[in-house]
């Protein structure tokens, strides 16, 4: 999950995205995409935002893309505990 942009706030979002990943035995790697995605345009009005929350696969946009389906299910779970979390302290 790259952070776009790094602040004290993403990096709250990282935390607690690995610490709900951790809880499956699972470790989440931090890394940059590039910022093409959506989520650039809540990151680019300083909403405090993390990119990649989908599965785990390579070779994106080829046709030798994959997908890893053990990932699916673990990667649903983080999201929907993300969501959970964060509408709880609001």
């Not at 610490?19 to 995409?33: A, D, Q, V």
């Not at 696969?57 to 779970?77: D, K, L, M």
């Amino acid at each position: 999950l790259p952070p776009m942009p790094q602040t004290a706030q993403s990096d709250a979002l990282v935390a607690m995205a690995q610490g709900i990943y951790g809880e499956l035995g699972r470790k989440l790697t931090i890394e940059g995409s590039g910022g093409a995605a959506d989520s650039s345009l809540s990151a680019g009005v300083g909403t405090p935002t993390l990119d990649g929350f989908g599965i785990v696969g390579g070779n994106i946009h080829t046709a030798e893309e994959y997908a890893e389906v053990e990932s699916v299910a673990p990667r649903i779970y983080l999201l929907a505990r993300m969501i959970m979390e964060l509408s709880a302290k609001h």
